[in-house]
């Protein structure tokens, strides 16, 4: 028998995970401002703050996943379209920068962790994640932040691929173009994960 929404979302065994909320990615610095724009105007960034802010109020663990360059671009992918637009960018996203730092909106606590990726487009194959979550017995992974189009799905298919639950809050993710991003959270992650939305997953941790 499935599990309800609140069952799967107990906050001992949920982390949210954070793709890329960043200063240089979806904020007013962004080297890629339509992307920015859309997050913005979605209202994605405002979902993504209430569900952090819930997140931590409940005793949910809070993972930012963001993106850094090496200032020599030493390892870097440049092999793929979206590679090049961040390498071409004038912004870069260098260790330090206020580029990398997340939207002050969201902030980062103490309680919460950050991986830092160098490339590809989920934190799973690339850091200790995984190891971590199991340790402390997580099983289930609430993705939020940019973008459907890549950092979203590869997450969600990394968690599913690991055996653990993944659960959308489909306001608090957004793509380009966003009728793509919906098409994508109906057509294929739906099949893999459970579509909730923010107000939904803010109760189920309220026990509402």
Not at 57 to 67: E, K, L
Not at 186 to 194: C, E, K, M, Q, Y
Not at 196 to 205: E, F, I, M, Q
Request: hydrophobic share 45%; aromatic share 6%.
């Amino acid at each position: 028998m499935a599990l309800s929404l609140s069952e799967l979302l107990q906050p001992s065994r949920t982390a949210v995970v954070l793709q890329e909320c960043q200063n240089g990615i979806i904020g007013a610095e962004s080297g890629l401002p339509a992307l920015a724009e859309v997050a913005r105007s979605s209202g994605c960034i405002d979902a993504v703050t209430r569900l952090v802010h819930a997140a931590r109020a409940a005793g949910v663990r809070v993972i930012h996943s963001v993106f850094h360059q090496r200032p020599d671009g030493w390892g870097d992918n440049t092999n793929r379209e979206l590679f090049k637009l961040v390498d071409e960018s004038p912004v870069k996203l260098y260790p330090g920068s206020s580029a990398v730092q997340v939207l002050d909106e969201i902030g980062v606590e103490p309680a919460d962790f950050t991986i830092a990726r160098h490339h590809g487009v989920s934190p799973f194959p690339v850091s200790e994640l995984d190891s971590l979550l199991r340790n402390e017995k997580v099983s289930t992974i609430v993705p939020a932040g940019i973008a459907v189009n890549w950092a979203i799905t590869g997450l969600t298919f990394d968690a599913i691929n690991r055996g653990y639950d993944v659960v959308i809050p489909r306001d608090a993710v957004t793509g380009l173009p966003t009728d793509y991003a919906e098409s994508a959270i109906d057509h294929s992650l739906a099949f893999v994960a459970t579509i909730s939305s923010t107000d939904d997953v803010v109760a189920a941790w309220a026990g509402g």
